[in-house]
């Protein structure tokens, strides 16, 4: 092994090894054990999220395959429809001065597949760099044949089974990208607006209980008042009940429509009175169902203001219940232009009651960046409450289990008033949706068109067109976990990794994700009786990796940290430019610019990939925000370099040597049989960690044995008997060192897996273990052996480590130097203390560096000492002719003297009503503790310059 621990050195030959292996596939004779990677963006890069999650799925995975199982971590990629498209119409604008059209739809999704072929497996090779122990021979990608063909399979089965139909709703319509958005999509941003007040007048004379001929409406978005088919008032509102029923004449259009009753419209809020749009606003919709009101759309797809207003009924049939005819003076204006022009036509009307300034919530196109506007558009629909409801039954009855299980709450939540599904986008890449129309506008919907025309009996001569739209995203993401192992093909994988174990994903996706999956697959998915299958058995839900001040990581905050920075490291300039570049606000960009120098001022240290690994992994309690902390991942670092030189350790004092592998008289010392049993307690604080999803708990078992117990302690109780003892002591101290950090290296491969196979090569041949292969990921994880536990052997060297520690905390405090004997003295000695004592003499005057050790009768014999306490003995260290008494007095009288000047001056900032008045809590406590913390340590020299004075 090399001298110092040197992660660049080994990663990447380790992991292509690993790799052109095969040691990634499944093998092994146990049963199957899955995870299927929830797919990253074909256009994504690895970022935070991806390397804490994949952390943990790489853990779970190497740990049940060093168990024996026939493990699959199953991956690949999702098409990502709009990010695609943007992307690759982003690059045509720059290169080639293109629109997409200008290439037509074929064309243009043959240029996205060159994209994918030379920019599409990024993530993929950065997912490689983070060790991830995926089957790269099965990755997938959810527009390959295969995907495709399930996909389609599973529209046509759902259409057949009419749970897919086609309707006039309102979705989310993104008036940039010209298509429809989920929810996920929606970015909704705080902005400081305007609520205007305008007066509708009531019809047939009517008024209102205070006299007024007319209502005042309170609303956010005044152009959509063009399409209005209603007024709502609270039907316990004193002010408007007698109304309902009675009629508005809506201004600029003189459309007639009637005041409804509805609990929609909040007494205590704006005027009480609300306009109902139900072509334009989802709350809108709702009462415009429930009250039979008819919906007018006002937009076309660029959100501008239509010639003729399209009307339909709540059904979403055309209807002639209104007048299609709009105001010819703002036909053709985008919503925002027709926003001005419509308030300026009120106010010279005299209906322009009020403007007020309002803080408004506004919903945005995650990739365009512009307001969605809700539309009515034709769309394709899964019809979900029929597959909710054994989605519902499979949590209820435990078939799939949440991981913390409060997040159960949230998806019944969701799933017991659940909306039908739209599924359809106006987008060219993508599934297109296999459905077809003839010229007087029937549907047909088959696997292709030659199904369609055999299947319907329609002629060569019949023209039919393709429906141009394409399936969302989340349609062919939902079928991930049996449509990447084969189906509708009954495959061995499908029998062998079907349903997978687990699945490891955010809580934002519950509900478009996690539970789409579960009744897809529940739907098409049986066992042999029949019985429909899970998708997952469990479902892992991790928090959000936010910045070390708990906000989310996002580029417009530049607060983001690339993994591979962290492993590879970056200079400052380099990480200036990733994170400011291609920034277009250069007040934005200098802002950022500053956080980023004062972070980091000499750029990010490399750490590889073992110290960034643990560091997620010792964060990830479960169901909880991480807030990262650089300094975790220094900490962990610093952690691999403390195991590199304690495996040197191990090997310089038994390479070469008999380690007791062949056998030969061994002789274990008490340090040898407390060191495996302390290991045999972590190997199963491990197991039950692993197995409870608290890798936070995993990490602080392995770092606590392994740094503390391990190094700090172990390979120091083992001097004495490596440089003194017998040939048979020796020979078991060997064998104890090398099969601990053998089976340990095992212990902690799943989270740390390259040092631990760099270091395992050299350990591995010196040890008893039998290997099966040449890698330490394929070898057995260790067991629990309770017989190996010593009871005894445990509680006398937690009294040894005592001893010691008493020893070194005496010298510390009284300045005396590690190197200079001493002689100890020792009273109150029982029985038991005196067996340690004569069992461990060896070890405590060599790890305690002693002179003597004598034991007295009465301790009023004992001189002026030092003293510590251990149980009921006392240990004395006799102070005279050990230090220069008048320089120890100065030394601490000069300390004493600055700690009472700190004390008063923390009491007096205290005492201050003025700086307890402003100062925030934090700062307090803060200062609170100081105040705690000096009056100790000035309380402990007060007592050691009596103890000297007394000398």
């Given at each position: 092994?090399?001298k110092?621990?040197n992660?660049?050195?080994i990663?990447?030959q380790?992991?292509?090894?690993?790799?052109?292996?095969?040691?990634?596939?499944p093998?092994g004779?146990?049963d199957?054990?899955?995870?299927?990677?929830?797919?990253?963006?074909v256009?994504?890069s690895?970022?935070m999220?991806?390397a804490f999650?994949?952390?943990?799925?790489?853990?779970l995975?190497?740990?049940q395959r060093m168990?024996?199982k026939?493990?699959?971590?199953?991956?690949?990629t999702?098409?990502a429809g709009i990010?695609t498209?943007?992307?690759?119409?982003?690059?045509?604008?720059a290169?080639?001065?293109?629109?997409?059209?200008?290439?037509g739809?074929?064309a243009?999704i043959?240029?996205?597949w060159?994209?994918?072929?030379?920019?599409?497996?990024?993530?993929?090779?950065?997912?490689r760099?983070?060790?991830?122990?995926i089957?790269w021979?099965?990755?997938r990608?959810?527009m390959?044949d295969g995907?495709?063909h399930?996909v389609?399979?599973?529209?046509?089965?759902?259409y057949?089974d009419?749970?897919?139909?086609r309707?006039?709703?309102?979705v989310n319509w993104d008036?940039k990208l010209?298509?429809?958005i989920?929810d996920?999509?929606v970015e909704?941003k705080?902005?400081?607006?305007?609520?205007?007040?305008l007066?509708?007048?009531?019809?047939d004379g009517?008024t209102?209980?205070e006299?007024?001929?007319?209502?005042?409406?309170?609303?956010?978005?005044?152009?959509?008042?063009?399409?209005?088919?209603g007024?709502a008032?609270?039907?316990?509102?004193?002010?408007y009940?007698?109304?309902?029923?009675?009629?508005?004449?809506l201004p600029?259009?003189?459309?007639?429509?009637p005041?409804?009753?509805?609990?929609?419209?909040?007494?205590e809020?704006?005027t009480?009175?609300?306009?109902?749009?139900?072509a334009?606003?989802?709350n809108d919709?709702e009462?415009?169902?429930?009250?039979g009101?008819?919906?007018?759309?006002?937009?076309d797809?660029?959100?501008?203001?239509?010639a003729?207003?399209?009307?339909y009924?709540t059904?979403?049939?055309?209807?002639?219940?209104f007048?299609?005819?709009?105001?010819?003076?703002f036909v053709g204006?985008d919503?925002f232009?027709a926003?001005?022009?419509?308030?300026?036509k009120?106010?010279?009307?005299?209906l322009l009651?009020?403007?007020?300034?309002h803080?408004?919530?506004?919903?945005?196109?995650?990739r365009s960046?512009?307001?969605?506007e809700?539309?009515l558009t034709?769309q394709?629909?899964?019809r979900?409450?029929?597959?909710a409801?054994?989605?519902i039954?499979?949590?209820?009855?435990?078939?799939?289990?949440f991981?913390?299980k409060?997040y159960e709450n949230?998806?019944?939540?969701?799933m017991?008033?659940?909306?039908?599904?739209?599924?359809?986008?106006?987008?060219w890449w993508?599934h297109r949706i296999p459905a077809w129309?003839d010229?007087?506008g029937?549907v047909?919907?088959?696997?292709?068109?030659a199904?369609?025309?055999?299947t319907?009996?329609?002629?060569?001569?019949v023209?039919?067109?393709q429906?141009d739209?394409v399936?969302?995203?989340?349609?062919?993401?939902?079928?991930w976990?049996?449509?990447?192992?084969?189906?509708?093909?009954?495959t061995?994988?499908?029998?062998d990794?079907?349903?997978?174990?687990?699945?490891?994903?955010?809580?934002?996706i519950?509900?478009?994700w996690v539970?789409?999956m579960i009744?897809?697959?529940?739907?098409f998915?049986k066992d042999?009786?029949?019985?429909p299958?899970?998708?997952?058995?469990?479902?892992?839900?991790?928090?959000?990796?936010?910045?070390?001040?708990?906000?989310k990581?996002?580029?417009?905050?530049g607060?983001?940290i690339d993994?591979?920075?962290?492993?590879?490291?970056?200079?400052?300039d380099e990480?200036?430019?990733?994170r400011t570049g291609n920034m277009m606000?250069?007040?934005?960009a200098?802002?950022?610019?500053k956080?980023?120098?004062?972070?980091?001022p000499?750029?990010?240290?490399?750490?590889?990939?073992?110290?960034?690994r643990f560091t997620?992994s010792?964060?990830?309690s479960?169901?909880r925000?991480?807030n990262w902390?650089m300094?975790?991942l220094?900490?962990?670092?610093n952690?691999?370099?403390k195991?590199?030189n304690?495996?040197?350790y191990?090997?310089?004092?038994?390479e070469?040597h008999?380690?007791?592998?062949?056998?030969?008289?061994?002789?274990?010392s008490?340090?040898?049989?407390?060191?495996?049993?302390?290991?045999?307690?972590?190997?199963?604080?491990?197991h039950?960690?692993?197995?409870?999803?608290?890798?936070?708990?995993?990490?602080?078992?392995?770092y606590?044995?392994?740094w503390?117990?391990?190094?700090?302690?172990?390979?120091?109780?083992t001097?004495?008997v490596?440089?003194?003892?017998s040939?048979a002591?020796q020979?078991?101290?060997?064998y104890?060192l090398?099969?601990?950090l053998e089976?340990?290296l095992?212990?902690?491969?799943?989270?740390?897996?390259?040092i631990?196979?760099?270091?395992?090569?050299?350990?591995q041949?010196?040890?008893a273990?039998?290997a099966k292969?040449d890698?330490?990921m394929?070898?057995?994880?260790?067991q629990?052996?309770e017989s190996?536990?010593?009871?005894q052997a445990l509680?006398?060297v937690?009294?040894?480590?005592?001893?010691?520690?008493a020893?070194?905390?005496?010298?510390?405090?009284?300045?005396i130097?590690?190197?200079?004997?001493l002689?100890?003295l020792l009273t109150?000695?029982?029985?038991e203390?005196?067996?340690?004592?004569?069992?461990?003499?060896?070890f405590l005057?060599?790890?305690?560096?002693l002179?003597?050790?004598?034991v007295?009768?009465?301790?009023?014999?004992a001189?002026a000492?030092?003293?510590?306490?251990?149980?009921?003995?006392?240990?004395?260290?006799?102070?005279a002719?050990?230090?220069d008494?008048?320089?120890?007095?100065?030394?601490l009288s000069?300390g004493i003297?600055?700690l009472?000047?700190?004390?008063?001056?923390v009491?007096g900032?205290?005492?201050?009503?003025?700086?307890?008045?402003?100062?925030?809590e934090?700062?307090?406590?803060?200062?609170?503790a100081?105040?705690a913390?000096a009056?100790?340590?000035l309380a402990?020299?007060?007592?050691?310059?009596a103890?000297i004075?007394?000398?």
């Amino acid at each position: 092994m090399e001298k110092t621990f040197n992660p660049s050195d080994i990663e990447q030959q380790l992991y292509q090894s690993w790799e052109e292996k095969g040691y990634f596939s499944p093998t092994g004779e146990g049963d199957g054990y899955s995870i299927a990677i929830p797919p990253p963006n074909v256009t994504g890069s690895l970022h935070m999220g991806h390397a804490f999650q994949q952390t943990i799925m790489d853990t779970l995975i190497r740990f049940q395959r060093m168990q024996g199982k026939k493990t699959l971590w199953q991956s690949g990629t999702d098409h990502a429809g709009i990010a695609t498209q943007m992307v690759v119409e982003r690059k045509i604008g720059a290169e080639e001065e293109k629109t997409r059209h200008d290439y037509g739809r074929d064309a243009f999704i043959d240029k996205i597949w060159e994209w994918k072929a030379e920019s599409g497996g990024n993530i993929s090779q950065q997912m490689r760099r983070l060790g991830n122990s995926i089957d790269w021979q099965r990755e997938r990608f959810t527009m390959d044949d295969g995907l495709s063909h399930a996909v389609q399979e599973v529209f046509v089965r759902l259409y057949q089974d009419d749970l897919i139909y086609r309707g006039k709703r309102l979705v989310n319509w993104d008036p940039k990208l010209h298509t429809a958005i989920s929810d996920l999509e929606v970015e909704n941003k705080d902005k400081k607006g305007h609520m205007w007040h305008l007066r509708y007048p009531l019809a047939d004379g009517a008024t209102t209980s205070e006299g007024q001929d007319h209502l005042v409406i309170a609303t956010t978005r005044p152009e959509t008042m063009l399409g209005d088919t209603g007024v709502a008032v609270n039907p316990e509102d004193p002010r408007y009940k007698d109304l309902i029923g009675k009629f508005v004449e809506l201004p600029l259009v003189g459309r007639r429509i009637p005041i409804v009753g509805d609990e929609h419209a909040d007494m205590e809020k704006g005027t009480g009175c609300v306009k109902i749009t139900p072509a334009h606003d989802f709350n809108d919709n709702e009462v415009g169902k429930r009250c039979g009101l008819a919906m007018i759309n006002i937009f076309d797809k660029d959100a501008a203001v239509l010639a003729q207003a399209e009307v339909y009924d709540t059904n979403g049939e055309p209807s002639d219940a209104f007048d299609t005819a709009l105001p010819a003076e703002f036909v053709g204006l985008d919503r925002f232009e027709a926003r001005k022009a419509i308030i300026a036509k009120f106010d010279e009307l005299g209906l322009l009651d009020s403007i007020k300034d309002h803080d408004l919530v506004a919903p945005y196109g995650d990739r365009s960046g512009v307001i969605i506007e809700p539309l009515l558009t034709d769309q394709w629909y899964v019809r979900v409450a029929p597959l909710a409801k054994p989605a519902i039954e499979a949590v209820e009855n435990g078939d799939i289990e949440f991981v913390p299980k409060q997040y159960e709450n949230m998806y019944f939540a969701w799933m017991r008033d659940i909306q039908d599904w739209c599924i359809s986008r106006q987008l060219w890449w993508g599934h297109r949706i296999p459905a077809w129309y003839d010229n007087n506008g029937n549907v047909y919907v088959g696997r292709d068109e030659a199904e369609v025309r055999a299947t319907n009996g329609l002629a060569d001569d019949v023209a039919l067109r393709q429906d141009d739209d394409v399936l969302d995203t989340w349609f062919s993401s939902a079928l991930w976990t049996f449509s990447t192992l084969g189906w509708p093909e009954k495959t061995p994988e499908l029998e062998d990794f079907h349903s997978t174990d687990v699945l490891v994903t955010g809580f934002d996706i519950i509900f478009f994700w996690v539970a789409r999956m579960i009744m897809m697959t529940m739907h098409f998915v049986k066992d042999d009786d029949g019985r429909p299958q899970v998708p997952f058995k469990q479902v892992y839900v991790t928090g959000l990796i936010r910045d070390d001040h708990g906000d989310k990581m996002s580029k417009s905050k530049g607060n983001v940290i690339d993994p591979i920075d962290m492993i590879d490291g970056i200079s400052l300039d380099e990480l200036l430019t990733k994170r400011t570049g291609n920034m277009m606000q250069p007040q934005l960009a200098e802002k950022i610019a500053k956080r980023t120098k004062k972070e980091f001022p000499e750029g990010i240290e490399a750490h590889g990939t073992d110290a960034l690994r643990f560091t997620l992994s010792a964060l990830a309690s479960t169901g909880r925000d991480i807030n990262w902390d650089m300094k975790r991942l220094d900490g962990y670092r610093n952690f691999c370099n403390k195991l590199w030189n304690a495996s040197r350790y191990v090997l310089m004092n038994t390479e070469e040597h008999d380690c007791g592998k062949a056998g030969g008289d061994m002789e274990f010392s008490l340090a040898d049989r407390w060191i495996t049993s302390q290991f045999q307690q972590t190997v199963k604080a491990v197991h039950e960690a692993f197995n409870t999803f608290r890798f936070d708990l995993a990490s602080q078992a392995l770092y606590e044995f392994t740094w503390n117990q391990f190094c700090d302690w172990y390979l120091e109780l083992t001097k004495p008997v490596l440089f003194k003892g017998s040939e048979a002591q020796q020979r078991g101290t060997r064998y104890t060192l090398v099969n601990t950090l053998e089976a340990l290296l095992r212990l902690m491969h799943p989270i740390m897996p390259f040092i631990t196979e760099t270091v395992w090569q050299s350990v591995q041949p010196l040890s008893a273990f039998e290997a099966k292969g040449d890698s330490i990921m394929v070898q057995s994880f260790p067991q629990f052996d309770e017989s190996a536990v010593d009871e005894q052997a445990l509680t006398d060297v937690e009294w040894v480590k005592q001893f010691i520690v008493a020893i070194r905390n005496i010298r510390g405090e009284m300045d005396i130097a590690p190197s200079k004997p001493l002689p100890v003295l020792l009273t109150n000695v029982s029985a038991e203390d005196q067996r340690r004592l004569d069992d461990n003499e060896q070890f405590l005057s060599s790890l305690a560096k002693l002179e003597s050790i004598q034991v007295l009768d009465d301790a009023s014999e004992a001189p002026a000492s030092a003293s510590a306490v251990i149980g009921e003995m006392t240990v004395l260290i006799p102070m005279a002719g050990l230090i220069d008494k008048d320089a120890e007095l100065a030394r601490l009288s000069k300390g004493i003297e600055k700690l009472e000047k700190d004390v008063q001056r923390v009491k007096g900032k205290l005492s201050n009503e003025n700086f307890v008045g402003k100062a925030p809590e934090a700062v307090i406590e803060k200062e609170k503790a100081k105040l705690a913390e000096a009056k100790s340590t000035l309380a402990k020299m007060l007592e050691q310059k009596a103890q000297i004075e007394a000398l």
